[in-house]
């Protein structure tokens, strides 16, 4: 084949397979506050106790019918599904909390009348519209708790998701909070909402004609301006909890209120799941548009005996992690540059930058040296484009004399270090004042 033909085939190549919609590429601009959100949920978690719980990213698609729900947008509409080769209907996991309840009855997590806290950070995958906030694979940070039923445990969940957002300095959070009750009572209030619905059927999305009769509570939540304006009518479901769920929705508001939790009660906060029972909440942020919902969550007594284990309460959310990085202000959202920058000049001193670089990186500084650079100007410039702390410069001089020019970047101030020193070199490179973290000098004589 020619090769001007195969450079035309490699072209059409690269113009044609791009990333698949709905997906996109974190690039290494981006990965720092990605770093910072996992880093600092997965500290913010193991203050409260959680422990992290690690499943694959496919399961059986029955698994996700059986919990999710087989009525609910995400199974009807949203799964990505296919036959693996062995003939098993397989599924991308659309959410984090069916394949979590698995695991934990697969390893009898559950069911030892001890609380178990586990969190989570990984992909999820559904087939929606994509839009800003909105994509098909999406990253979820969540936290499950099994084995307590207490009010108490529905607000510390609550408590663990903002106290993530405010350590982020997420601006502009609001919490709020329903019950759906328990099947019992939700099944009573299903016909009194069906009832004060039906003479408005007209005015239903033809979603929401069918959800009348399988799933009226989804009309609740239904975004359609006309159906926004059909359940205007709608009894509140909180009118409708059994004794035992409104003490559980009063115990939970107690004690937020004696946290001084801000909230508000939303009695149509349904949430488009089908195992949640009594308490559900979502946490928006303001300055994220359409797609504000930036954690979704709730109890979900039954989930765990509907699928043959023992009865076992329990609770959590989950958090758009995509969602989360646009929330976080731009101030925190920067990456740090390397603690150092290598400068090197001329053969023999780039053997000496790479065995300091080595020696360096060992004692833990963060270096970055270029050993395809040449000149001097190119190197310092490239220094601070890095955001580098330091710059060290190794020379022909610097060679002979056995002392290495060290340059702090942030005002420029240099001294002249002993070569080889690399102990002295390190402790140099650490911060030594909170107060000053572009990192001072020890002593300007030494
Ligand atoms: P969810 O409300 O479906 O709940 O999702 C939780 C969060 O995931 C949403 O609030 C949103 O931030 C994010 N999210 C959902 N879909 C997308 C998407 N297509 N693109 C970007 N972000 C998205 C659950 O998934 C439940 N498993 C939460 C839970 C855990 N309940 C109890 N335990």
């Known amino acids: ?67 999710t729900g087989e009525e609910t947008d995400i199974v009807v509409k949203e799964m990505y599904s296919f036959t693996d080769r062995g003939g098993r209907s397989i599924t991308l996991r659309p959410e984090g909390t069916p394949g979590v309840v698995r695991a934990v009855l697969e390893h009898g997590l559950a069911g030892r009348g001890e609380v178990e806290r586990l969190y989570y950070i990984g992909p999820m995958f559904r087939y929606e519209r994509p839009q800003k906030g909105r994509f098909r694979q999406f990253s979820q940070i969540g936290i499950e708790v099994f084995g307590s039923s207490a009010p108490a445990v529905d607000v510390e969940v609550m408590q663990a998701a903002l106290a993530l957002f405010e350590r982020l300095g997420v601006e502009g959070v609001s919490l709020q909070i329903n019950s759906v009750g328990h099947p019992g009572c939700r099944g009573a209030y299903r016909q009194v909402l069906r009832a004060a619905l039906l003479p408005r059927i007209d005015a239903l999305c033809p979603d929401c004609r069918r959800r009348l009769d399988t799933n009226p509570l989804r009309i609740l939540d239904c975004k359609v301006p006309g159906c926004a304006e059909a359940r205007r009518a709608a009894p509140s479901i909180l009118d409708h909890l059994c004794g035992d769920c409104a003490g559980h929705m009063t115990q939970v508001r107690r004690i937020l ?19 949640y029972t009594r308490t559900t909440f979502e946490i928006t942020a303001s300055g994220l548009g359409a797609q504000n919902a ?62 300091a670089a080595a020696a360096l990186r060992s004692r833990g500084v963060s270096v970055r040296l270029d050993p395809g650079a040449r000149e001097m100007k190119k190197q310092m410039s490239r220094a601070s484009a890095s955001s580098a702390r330091f710059a060290l410069i190794i020379g022909d001089q610097e060679l002979r004399e056995g002392v290495y020019a060290l340059k702090r970047l942030a005002d420029q101030t240099q001294e002249r270090v002993a070569a080889r ?20 000098f020890i002593s300007r004589d030494r």
């Open 1 to 67: 084949m020619l090769a001007s033909t195969v450079h035309a085939m490699a072209e059409q190549i690269r113009a044609t397979i791009k990333a698949i919609k709905g997906t996109r590429d974190v690039l290494p601009g981006e990965a720092g506050v990605w770093q910072l959100v996992e880093e600092s949920a997965r500290d913010t978690f193991a203050r409260y106790g959680y422990r992290e719980i690690r499943t694959p990213v496919f399961e059986a698609t029955e698994l996700f019918q059986k919990t």
């Open 294 to 355: 930036l954690c979704g969550g709730g109890r979900y007594d039954d989930l765990v005996a509907s699928m043959g284990g023992p009865p076992t309460p329990g609770c959590g959310f989950a958090i758009g992690a995509d969602r989360l990085v646009m929330a976080v202000p731009a101030s925190r959202a920067q990456t740090p540059g390397p603690d150092l920058f290598i400068v090197h000049l001329g053969e023999a001193a780039l053997d000496e930058a790479v065995a």
């Open 421 to 440: 020193d690399w102990d002295a070199l390190a402790r140099r490179m650490r911060p030594v004042d909170p107060a000053d973290p572009a990192g001072s």
């Open 257 to 275: 209120g004696y946290l001084e939790v801000p909230y508000e009660v939303n009695p149509r906060l349904v949430r488009g799941l089908d195992y």
